[in-house]
Every structure is written in structure tokens, then in C-alpha cells.
Antibody
Framework: EVQLVESGGGLVQPGGSLRLSCEAS????????MSWVRQAPGKGLEWVSV????????YVGDSVKGRFTISRDNSKKTVYLQMNSLRVEDTAVYYC??????????????WGQGTMVTVSS | AIQMTQSPSSLSASLGDRVNITCRAS??????LSWYQQRPGKAPKLLIY???SLQRGVPSRFSGSGSGTDFTLTISSLQPEDFATYYC?????????FGQGTKVEIK
């Protein structure tokens, strides 16, 4: 079964850091780009970041640029989101998602269950 | 960044109704568009990719149309499980942009 399982969410103070993990199973992980998408409480979906299957290319959204970094360890079938200098407005459910084919701009055919990040003092 | 304008933001419909949801891109994006369904408390689910292709396992009452800047998701006959929020997502360039969402409610 193709599956993504996120972990690492929690409560953090403004200015703090968290690292989210997303462990994959059931597919050839190193051939697919992976993304992070977030959803603030009661709001819509926001694309956050993408990394290529090899890990050679990565992009982040403007709202997190300079603060968030995406990476992956293909030997562990895991993608990470390092979040620094967290702000209250980063509070959201964070989903990882697999691209349907292998390109970084493909549709997302598999999603994790999400992990909640709360930034509050 | 490409802007995606989705409409309506919400709609009320009855079982069996035909429903159309539209997304307009701020520039041409070929057919690089996908549609997702999200039920409360759940992760999004892929319905349509490449603007018109039905994802495996998705009922055929869902269909997508359009290319360039204007796209439509159609539900031909609304079923109880279709009451949810729907999002479009462009796949033309980074940063990627979702539409604002359309909440489909029971009339």
C-alpha cells in the first residue's frame, strides 16, 4: 500500500524551530518529487515547498523563503521540512504529498494524514 | 506567481444536481491543472489531473474541462458523499498556487 506518514508537529513558541518528517512506503521513493502543503485552521490549502526525487532541486514558497528548508533522505524514504523562525501565522496542518508522476509540478496523487503545527506563546 | 481565481466560494445544491466549479488562471497554464476534494478533517484527494484526466478510482460523475486560463470541474449528479470543499491547483510553475476553494453544501 502506498502511504505517507507525517510526524514532528507540536506546539512551539514564536521564533522557535521544528522539523517535520514524512516517511513513505509502497513506492519507489527516490523517483518521485515530494511536496509540503499546509492549511491554517479554517482556511484553504497553501503550497509550501517541493523537492525533486534526487534531492538536487528544491523550491519554497515566498511566505516561508529564508525560514523553511526541504530535504530528503532516500535511504530512509523520508522527506523533511526544517522550519525556523516560526511565526504565529505558520500555525497549520502540514501535509506531505507525492507527485503522480516524477516531475516537480505534477498533481499530488498521495497525501499524508497531516501533522499539526501550533505557534503560540 | 500565477493567481488562481476559483468560483463560487460556496454553493448550495441538492442531491442529483449538476454542479460546476471554475478556476481562472492569471496567465495561460496549458492543461497543467488538477482538482482535489477535501472532506472535513481529512487530507485532500486527487480527482482530476492534466485538466481533464480522471484519477483512477474516482467516480465518472466527476469531469474536468478547459485549457489555457479557464477550467471547470463538473459533478454531473451530486451524491451525498460529494458534499465537501474542492480546490484547483496549477502545475505550470513554482511557486504553485491553489484556488481559494469551493464549499459544496446541501440545500
Amino acid at each position: 500500500e502506498v502511504q505517507l506518514v507525517e510526524s514532528g508537529g507540536g506546539l512551539v513558541q514564536p521564533g522557535g524551530s521544528l522539523r517535520l518528517s514524512c516517511e513513505a512506503s509502497g513506492f519507489t521513493f527516490n523517483t518521485y518529487a515530494m511536496s509540503w502543503v499546509r492549511q491554517a485552521p479554517g482556511k484553504g490549502l497553501e503550497w509550501v515547498s517541493v523537492i525533486s526525487g534526487s534531492g538536487d532541486s528544491a523550491y519554497v514558497g515566498d511566505s516561508v523563503k529564508g525560514r523553511f528548508t526541504i530535504s530528503r533522505d532516500n535511504s530512509k524514504k523520508t522527506v523533511y521540512l526544517q522550519m525556523n523562525s516560526l511565526r504565529v501565522e505558520d500555525t497549520a496542518v502540514y501535509y506531505c504529498a507525492k507527485t503522480k508522476y516524477q516531475l516537480m509540478l505534477d498533481a499530488f496523487d498521495i497525501w499524508g494524514q497531516g501533522t499539526m503545527v501550533t505557534v503560540s506563546s | 506567481a500565477i493567481q488562481m481565481t476559483q468560483s463560487p466560494s460556496s454553493l448550495s445544491a441538492s442531491l442529483g444536481d449538476r454542479v460546476n466549479i471554475t478556476c481562472r488562471a492569471s496567465q495561460g497554464i496549458r492543461n497543467d491543472l488538477s482538482w482535489y476534494q477535501q472532506r472535513p478533517g481529512k487530507a485532500p484527494k486527487l480527482l482530476i489531473y492534466d485538466a481533464t484526466s480522471l484519477q483512477r478510482g474516482v467516480p465518472s460523475r466527476f469531469s474536468g474541462s478547459g485549457s489555457g486560463t479557464d477550467f471547470t470541474l463538473t459533478i454531473s449528479s451530486l451524491q451525498p458523499e460529494d458534499f465537501a470543499t474542492y480546490y484547483c491547483l496549477e502545475g505550470y510553475s513554482t511557486p504553485r498556487t491553489f484556488g481559494q476553494g469551493t464549499k459544496v453544501e446541501i440545500k
